[in-house]
């Protein structure tokens, strides 16, 4: 309930949230902004994301959160990055009387900061987050609704993870698209080979093999000169495999 009596909003209709926003970053911030509509008592609210252990707060909103969240980050240290990286949820009563954290406690009680909530995004994945909450007041946190919150939580889950695989799927086709092209390469080579020495694609491509080890060059990158001084033009180069992180 709030200070002047009224119930808090209802959870936000997140289906109706992702077709009104264009971008993950979008739903992520009105996720938040949705989230510390739902917490009267908290002045800050942020997501913050990590990938290859850098974190980084993508969506806040208040006032308190990016200041609180840069404060754990250089120290690497807090219930934030605690959260985020084992997974759990992470609540602070009374920032006085908490002895976690090296010196991260005393800075949010200067700070104006005296709870927080954090609660786990996409755990134990490699683009694990947190949903973090910051309140003003002790205790601020004692009477929130936890399942609307961690619902909440949940829907970034599932947003975060439907981003990383529409990227990994990105990833894969412009890998997928790479490895047909240098296979159309080698195939030609193989074709000028097997023309030249009358032999067997088989044959052709061994020669082909044996040239580029004893040249210490990738096979697509010998094909392509072969078939660059036949034709005279040079296959265009296309997108490096790469590998997966």
Same mark, same amino acid.
């Given at each position: 309930?709030? $200070?002047?009596?009224?119930?808090?909003?209802?959870?936000? $209709? =997140?289906?109706?949230?992702?077709? @009104?926003?264009?971008?993950?970053?979008?739903?992520?911030?009105?996720?938040?902004?949705?989230?510390?509509?739902?917490?009267?008592?908290?002045?800050?609210?942020?997501?913050? #994301?990590?990938?290859?252990?850098?974190?980084?707060?993508? %969506?806040?909103?208040?006032?308190?959160?990016? #200041? =609180?969240?840069?404060?754990?980050?250089?120290?690497?240290?807090?219930?934030?990055?605690?959260?985020?990286?084992?997974?759990?949820?992470?609540?602070?009563?009374?920032?006085?009387?908490?002895?976690?954290?090296?010196?991260?406690?005393?800075?949010?009680?200067? *700070?104006?900061?005296?709870?927080?909530? *954090?609660?786990?995004?996409?755990?134990?994945?490699?683009?694990?987050?947190?949903?973090?909450?910051?309140?003003?007041?002790?205790?601020?946190?004692? $009477?929130?609704?936890?399942?609307?919150?961690?619902? #909440?939580?949940?829907?970034?889950?599932?947003?975060?993870?439907? %981003?990383?695989?529409?990227?990994?799927? !990105?990833?894969?086709?412009? @890998?997928?698209?790479?490895?047909?092209?240098? !296979?159309?390469?080698? $195939?030609?080579?193989?074709?000028?080979?097997?023309?030249?020495?009358?032999?067997?694609?088989?044959?052709? =491509?061994?020669?082909?093999?044996?040239?580029?080890?004893?040249?210490?060059?990738?096979?697509?990158?010998?094909?392509?000169? =072969?078939?660059?001084?036949?034709?005279?033009?040079?296959? %265009?180069?296309?997108?490096?495999?790469?590998?997966?992180?």
């Amino acid at each position: 309930m709030t $200070d002047d009596g009224a119930l808090p909003p209802e959870p936000p $209709d =997140l289906v109706s949230l992702l077709l @009104d926003t264009d971008t993950l970053d979008d739903f992520l911030q009105a996720l938040v902004q949705s989230t510390l509509l739902m917490s009267p008592t908290a002045d800050g609210c942020g997501i913050t #994301l990590e990938r290859q252990d850098r974190p980084l707060t993508v %969506a806040s909103a208040g006032t308190s959160a990016p #200041l =609180l969240d840069e404060a754990q980050y250089g120290q690497d240290a807090g219930p934030c990055l605690e959260a985020l990286r084992e997974g759990h949820e992470v609540s602070v009563g009374d920032m006085r009387e908490e002895r976690r954290w090296n010196g991260y406690p005393a800075f949010a009680v200067a *700070s104006g900061t005296l709870s927080s909530l *954090s609660l786990p995004i996409a755990a134990h994945s490699h683009t694990a987050g947190a949903l973090n909450l910051y309140s003003p007041r002790a205790n601020g946190f004692a $009477d929130a609704d936890m399942s609307a919150l961690r619902a #909440l939580a949940a829907q970034a889950t599932g947003a975060v993870e439907l %981003a990383q695989r529409l990227a990994d799927a !990105r990833t894969f086709t412009a @890998d997928l698209e790479a490895a047909l092209q240098s !296979r159309a390469v080698i $195939d030609q080579a193989a074709g000028i080979v097997m023309q030249q020495r009358r032999c067997t694609s088989e044959e052709a =491509l061994r020669i082909l093999r044996t040239a580029s080890q004893h040249r210490n060059v990738k096979l697509r990158d010998v094909c392509a000169q =072969l078939v660059g001084v036949v034709s005279g033009e040079t296959p %265009a180069e296309g997108p490096r495999l790469r590998p997966r992180p």
